[in-house]
């Protein structure tokens, strides 16, 4: 079993960056397909991107494709998520994900996930 916890969220401007880091304990981390979620105010989580075990790679939401990148160190047990061009669209709550084996862009697919962690976008 993993534990997943989220840093690096935070309050920016429109067209400025974060990045944001998805540290795991237990587990075999290099065993886990990695994902990040997001959840706006009034609105269901969804994807945004995932990747894969060891050869990193990726798929991105429309939404975020050539503006975030996600990868992961798989000695320091920990993804990130670089956001870059960032809008007030981008405004929500993240949350890290895991799973083992399945490279999917479903809430369901994915059993391990962390607390979340904010971030928020003004104009």
């Known amino acids: 079993q993993v534990q997943l916890v989220e840093s690096g969220g935070g309050s920016v401007q429109a067209g400025g960056s974060l990045r944001l880091a998805c540290t795991a304990s237990?587990?075999?981390?290099?065993?886990?397909?990695m994902a990040w979620f997001r959840q706006a105010p009034g609105k269901e989580r969804e994807f945004v991107a995932t990747?894969?075990?060891?050869?990193?790679?990726?798929y991105y939401a429309d939404s975020v494709k050539g503006r975030f990148k996600i990868s992961r160190d798989n000695v320091k047990k920990t993804a990130y998520l670089q956001m870059n061009s960032l809008k007030p669209e981008d405004t929500g709550v993240y949350f890290c994900?895991?799973?083992?084996?399945?490279?999917?862009?479903?809430?369901?697919?994915?059993?391990?996930w962390g607390q979340g962690t904010q971030v928020t976008v003004s104009s």
């Open positions: 994900a895991a799973n083992m084996g399945v490279f999917a862009v479903r809430e369901i697919d994915y059993k391990y």
């Open positions: 237990g587990g075999s981390f290099g065993s886990y397909v």
């Open positions: 990747i894969r075990e060891i050869f990193g790679e990726s």
